[in-house]
């Protein structure tokens, strides 16, 4: 059983930056990607990024690239998403979450994930 735990939120002004950590723990794949989500109020869990383990790929939503980054620390075994400029619109619940293969081409579907962590709160004030 994997189990994935996401920590860093808060809220922060338009402009601002915060920095998502994410660990999972108990994967036995060779390769598998590490995905982040988020999820508005009203609005559908939308795919934020994708961070293939082993290095081979990294995917972005394009109303995050160049803004975001997704990386990871070996030596602590955690995922990290750091997110500058910070809008008001990236608002919402983050989700870290692991597959079962690397990210691909489908990598924004949810349905590709396995197992996901209990969510933290971003909100962005303008």
Not at 78 to 96: F, G, V
Request: aromatic share 14%; net charge positive; hydrophobic share 30%.
């Amino acid at each position: 059983q994997v189990q994935v735990v996401e920590s860093g939120g808060g809220s922060v002004q338009a402009g601002g930056s915060l920095r998502l950590s994410c660990t999972a723990s108990g994967s036995t794949y060779d390769d598998f990607a590490m995905g982040w989500f988020r999820q508005a109020p009203g609005k559908e869990r939308e795919g934020v990024s994708c961070f293939s383990w082993s290095g081979r790929s990294i995917y972005y939503a394009d109303s995050v690239k160049g803004r975001f980054t997704i990386s990871r620390d070996n030596a602590k075994n955690t995922l990290y998403l750091q997110m500058n400029s910070l809008k008001p619109e990236d608002t919402a619940m983050y989700y870290c979450a692991a597959g079962s293969s690397y990210c691909s081409g489908s990598w924004s579907r949810s349905t590709r994930y396995n197992y996901w962590g209990q969510g933290t709160q971003v909100t962005v004030s303008s």
